[in-house]
């Protein structure tokens, strides 16, 4: 497991995965946050579609 470690590390083709690797985490995180500031509106305004479709 070590080696393996270590001829990723040398080789350049394991920095391409690395960079892949952090343009996930940071679209996961921006998609988090957006979620996180968004949810109470999104919440209200499916409530309010379902108050309107129930009179």
Do not use: C, H, N
Not at 10 to 37: C, F, M, P, R, S
């Amino acid at each position: 497991m070590k080696s393996v470690f270590v001829r990723m590390m040398k080789e350049e083709d394991g920095q391409g995965l690395v960079e892949y690797g952090l343009i996930i985490a940071g679209i996961a995180l921006a998609a988090i946050a957006a979620i996180w500031l968004l949810g109470p509106q999104i919440g209200q305004f499916f409530t309010d579609i379902g108050t309107q479709l129930a009179l």
